[in-house]
């Protein structure tokens, strides 16, 4: 049985057997997958001690849609994550970002612009890019994609316009802004300042030239963070492992 080829990401892997490997991937062409590799822990063989976390790979993969998991028959390794030989925080971004795509996606559904997003955030995170700016980008762009992005431009709950001054009201439960009229009947209402909600479209534009424009002093941030991690919570139902280790300021600890 021929496989198919298809670059993937290495988000989980699971030791299996003495040789062998469960590994989850997001692949750019099939979505979420999970595959074993048999061999995957001999030194030698077809996959060449390639799929570590967060590795990028092309693989070949045999699909078995009925079966639970797909055979993983061969991985070459196009670049490894580095972020381990940096810095804890950028250990700590990428395990971030592995947690968010396995909770978030759903087998088999290939979006390319994910796949894509996530390689260009890996390439910041283990590179020198701003880490607390990285993930804050892509926690909203990959909500975006998925169409859960939270609603900044009118109420969430009647469609009608958002007031033009004063504390804007974020609702949970509505998944973005609500006016005057509909706030008392939400019980999840987290206040958001005008400037952060600003900051929050300006991101949400997926305008990348737009990044060194937003203002984010370190009060935005925190706000920011907060209310992105708290809204990730309520879609999921639950707090993600790796969020108490998120950056909680701007600035990017000191890699040397
Ligand atoms: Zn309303």
Redesign the pocket.
Known sequence: MSGETCTAIVLRTIEFSETSLIVTLLTREFGRISAIAKGARRPKGPFEGSLDLLSVCRVVVIRKPHAGLDLLTEAKLHRRFRGAERSMERTNAGYHVAEMLRLLTDEHDPLPELYDLTTETLSQIDGTGNVPLALLRFDVLSLQILGSAPGMDR?T????EIPPAGRLAFALDTSGL??G??RPKQHRIIPVRRAVAAALRTLLSGDKDADDAIDVDAKNYGELRGLISRYIQSLLGETPRMQPFLPTKMETGNDA
């Open positions: 109420c709950h009647c469609g009608g609500v006016c009229t509909c």
